[in-house]
């Protein structure tokens, strides 16, 4: 489907690339292009992060991903690009985690469509973020549970 | 059946490869679901009750209900809580 791109980037291999998302949402005909990059802070409750390691079920993350992507081309309208990428692995402070980037004909679509998709990327894929601190200690986040999530399917 | 469980988050390092061969005795994801607890009773002392209790299973496509019927090629996923972005 080229109105979706969706992509796990693993970080040994690869970094994500905002360029690359703006030049996949762009369009001769779409005047508002959105973006969001959620990047790894140094500072998470009171706690100095030394970095984070992102864990992540590859097959069932891209199948959400597509999912999100066709959920908010729903809600949105057809005249829609999404770009959807989350990295995989050991990142560092200012390293890039994620990045969703959204075209559209007007800003309104644009922010909406971003926000919608970043929301559900952070609440109903399986992607697992485990902090390291600068004292040694590491902890995994609490996260939201997908145990009866709105994305889970009968059948 | 046996089950053929990989593991996740804050589940890896629990079972050597992150993988876990469970017995259950029933055809349904509760019943999966009641096989591992028991099985996190016995090894798993770091888990609690309550974190497991959160947890879904999943094929590579699906998050399964409890009420719904294991795969048929035994394998599924542990998925705790997530926390992306």
Redesign the interface.
């Known amino acids: 489907m080229d109105h979706h791109f969706v992509q796990v980037a693993d970080r040994a291999i690869e970094v994500l690339d905002p360029a690359a998302a703006l030049e996949f949402v762009s369009d001769p005909g779409f005047g508002g292009i959105t973006m969001f990059v959620g990047r790894v802070r140094d500072l998470n409750q009171g706690r100095e992060v030394a970095g984070i390691s992102y864990d992540l079920y590859r097959p069932l993350a891209l199948a959400r991903f597509t999912e999100i992507a066709e959920q908010t081309q729903r809600e949105c309208g057809p005249r829609l690009k999404l770009y959807i990428a989350h990295a995989l692995g050991r990142l560092a402070i200012g390293d890039l985690a994620v990045v969703i980037a959204a075209g559209t004909p007007h800003r309104d679509e644009a922010f909406r469509a971003c926000r919608l998709a970043i929301e559900a990327v952070k609440h109903t894929v399986p992607v697992w973020k485990q902090e390291h601190y600068t004292d040694g200690d590491s902890e995994w986040s609490e996260g939201r549970s997908l145990r009866d999530a709105d994305g889970s399917k009968q059948g | 059946m046996d089950i053929e469980l990989?593991l996740?988050?804050?589940l890896?390092g629990l079972e050597p490869g992150d993988r876990l061969r469970l017995p259950v005795s029933g055809a349904t994801v509760a019943d999966l679901r009641a096989a591992l607890a028991t099985h996190a009773v016995a090894r798993w002392s770091r888990i609690s009750p309550q974190l497991l209790?959160?947890?879904?299973f999943?094929?590579?496509?699906?998050?399964?209900?409890?009420g719904?019927a294991l795969p048929a090629d035994g394998r599924m996923?542990v998925?705790?809580?997530?926390?992306?972005?």
Do not use: H, K
Request: with cysteine.
């Open positions: 990989e996740f988050g804050v890896r209790g959160s947890c879904a999943a094929t590579p496509t699906n998050v399964l209900r409890d719904e996923v998925l705790p809580p997530v926390s992306g972005g």
